[in-house]
C-alpha cells in the first residue's frame, strides 16, 4: 500500500466525484459494452476463444476475491448491470487490447455467467465510463489501488475484502523502515490511509486492530513464533495434527479458537454444557475436543497465556463438578506443529522458569 498525503487522499475523492463533470467536458465518454468485449488475465486464462474476441482486458487487485454475492447476482439478472463500469483506453500502440477495466470487474464476470448458464434470455449490456483524457488516465494510473479500494467501499455488495486491506497494510509495514514501523506518527499515518479505503464498510477500531494484528504477526515471526491469524492457515494446521499419523480425522464435536476472542472460551464452555445437558440418552453423544491458540508473539508469553487458559478450563469444571471437554489441546506455535496438553505446557513453564510468576499457579494433579 502506498501511503497517501491527506491532499492526495483529497485529490482522489476529488477525481471520483467529478465523473460526471469530466464527461461533459468530453474527457470521458459513456459507452456500452457487450461481456464477450472483456478478457480475465486468470479466469479466462484456459480460453483462448475469449482473449482473441475482447477488446478490454480486466485489471482489478482484489483477484483472489473477485466473486458476487448472491444479491448482486439476483439485482443483475433482475435490472442488469446499472453501476458503469471503469475502462481505461490504451496509450500504447503496441498493447493488444484496447484498454483495461479498473473497476467492475464482479459486475461484468457475472453478468458472463449469468449469461453463459442461460439465466438471462438476452445479452447483458455494460454501461462504462470510458476515460480517453491522457491526464485522468495518468492519473488513475498512479493512484489505481487506492481508487479502486475507494470504489469498492462505497459498494457494500462487493466492498474490499478485510484481507485485501490487511495485505495492503502488511506490505506497508514490510516495506517501511524499522525507524518508521517504530514512529507513533508513522502507525497513526497507516491506520488514517487504511481506514481512508474502506472507511464506509469498517470502523477506524476496526482497522486499528488489524494494523496490531500485522504489528504483532510480524514480531511473532521475528521470535519464531507461528500465527495462527489467518483462519485457513489455522484450520489446515488443526486438521493436519489432528490426522496425524493414523490419516483420518477423529470425530469429535469441535471447537476453535483464540484465547485473546473476547469471551471466545467461555461461550465454547457453555455450548458444551448445553450439548451434554440436553442430549438425547438414545444417542452416543460424539466427544469434543477443545483446541485453542494464542496471539502472543515470544515463547515466554505463548507458554503463559496457554498455561492460563488450562488452568480457566480447570477451575470453571471443578465449579461445575463435572468434565466438560472430553480433550482440550494447545495448538504449539513454538517448534513442531502439533497439539499440547496440559502436562506439556505445564513442564514447558516450569522449564521456562515461569511457575514462580504468582498469577500463575500450576493446579495439582
Not at 478490454?56 to 447476482?73: F, P, V, W
Request: a positive charge; glycine letters at 4%.
Amino acid at each position: 500500500m502506498r501511503m497517501l498525503t491527506e491532499k492526495e487522499r483529497v485529490a482522489v475523492d476529488k477525481f471520483i466525484n467529478d465523473i460526471s463533470s469530466n464527461v461533459e467536458l468530453g474527457k470521458i465518454e459513456e459507452v456500452w459494452f457487450k461481456t464477450g468485449d472483456f478478457y480475465h488475465p486468470v479466469l479466462d486464462s484456459q480460453k483462448p476463444e475469449i482473449k482473441n474476441n475482447a477488446k478490454y482486458i480486466l485489471n482489478q487487485i482484489r483477484t483472489d476475491t473477485i466473486g458476487a454475492s448472491t444479491t448482486l447476482r439476483e439485482s443483475i439478472k433482475s435490472v442488469g448491470v446499472t453501476d458503469h463500469v471503469w475502462v481505461l483506453e490504451t496509450i500504447d500502440p503496441a498493447d493488444p487490447f484496447e484498454g483495461e477495466t479498473i473497476d467492475g470487474n464482479t459486475r461484468i464476470v457475472t453478468a458472463r455467467n449469468i449469461e453463459l448458464e442461460g439465466e438471462s434470455d438476452k445479452t447483458i449490456d455494460i454501461p462504462a465510463y470510458l476515460f480517453k483524457d491522457k491526464e485522468l488516465i495518468s492519473f488513475v494510473r498512479r493512484h489505481i489501488e487506492s481508487i479502486q479500494l475507494r470504489l469498492n467501499d462505497h459498494k457494500p455488495s462487493s466492498s474490499s475484502n478485510r484481507e485485501t486491506i490487511k495485505k495492503e497494510i502488511r506490505q506497508a509495514v514490510t516495506q517501511a523502515t524499522p525507524a518508521q514501523r517504530n514512529d507513533k506518527r508513522w502507525k497513526e499515518e497507516l491506520i488514517k490511509n487504511a481506514h481512508w479505503r474502506c472507511e464506509h464498510n469498517y470502523g477506524r477500531k476496526t482497522v486499528s486492530s488489524w494494523v496490531s494484528e500485522v504489528y504483532n504477526t510480524l514480531e511473532a515471526q521475528s521470535n519464531r513464533v507461528r500465527s495462527y491469524v489467518e483462519p485457513t492457515h489455522r484450520n489446515e494446521s488443526i486438521d493436519k495434527v489432528l490426522v496425524g499419523k493414523k490419516g483420518k480425522k477423529p470425530d469429535y464435536k469441535e471447537y476453535r479458537g483464540c484465547t485473546a476472542t473476547h469471551g471466545l472460551m467461555d461461550k465454547y464452555f457453555g455450548s458444551e454444557v448445553r450439548r451434554r445437558a440436553y442430549r438425547d440418552p438414545s444417542v452416543k453423544l460424539k466427544p469434543s475436543i477443545l483446541v485453542f491458540f494464542t496471539t502472543a508473539t515470544s515463547e515466554e508469553r505463548v507458554t503463559e497465556a496457554q498455561l492460563s487458559q488450562f488452568l480457566k478450563i480447570q477451575q470453571m469444571e471443578l465449579w461445575t463438578g463435572k468434565r466438560v471437554f472430553d480433550k482440550v489441546y494447545a495448538l504449539s506455535q513454538t517448534g513442531d506443529e502439533r497439539l499440547l496438553t496440559y502436562e506439556d505446557v505445564k513442564d514447558k513453564a516450569e522449564n521456562l522458569g515461569l511457575i514462580s510468576k504468582p498469577e500463575l499457579k500450576i493446579a495439582k494433579g
